[in-house]
């Protein structure tokens, strides 16, 4: 897993962000789990990173398959995110830049910014949640940062 750990590379992640921390899978990995049926021009599934020319254009000409609100949801609501455990951490030298990774599909969250402390008691229950492996409860807010955590 050559990309698997967070980088502030130029170039390393999909992204390209140096403000958020990046992960990618092994090449052909991710399609092969996710079980996404995503098939090259072929009919076999795909390993590349870059799709053909025909592939984006009828790609760009097709219709959505899912309605508005279908999915999605709700998913920016305020939510309790109940018995995960923080698998990650990263933080880098900029004034209120930390995150932290949950499992259970959550993935990486940034803890708040609204204060200097409030960031850095976060920023430590989450260190102690990380080390000793515990069962976490964690507050996202509707911007998708984690502002309240019980760390059990």
Known sequence: M??????????????????????????????????????????????SLSPSAEALESASMAAPSLLPGAVGAGAAAAAWRNNVRITALWSINQDRNCWAHFDNSIGWRKLSTKSE????????????????????SAYEENDGTISQMYVW
């Open 117 to 136: 402390s409030g960031l850095v008691s976060l920023n430590m229950l989450s260190a102690n949640a990380y080390q000793m492996n515990a069962i976490t």
């Open 2 to 47: 050559t990309n698997s750990s967070p980088s502030m590379m130029p170039g390393a992640g999909s992204s390209g962000n140096s403000d958020s921390p990046t992960q990618e899978p092994p090449i052909g990995l991710a399609a092969a789990k996710s079980g996404c049926g995503c098939q090259d021009a072929h009919g076999s599934a795909s390993a």
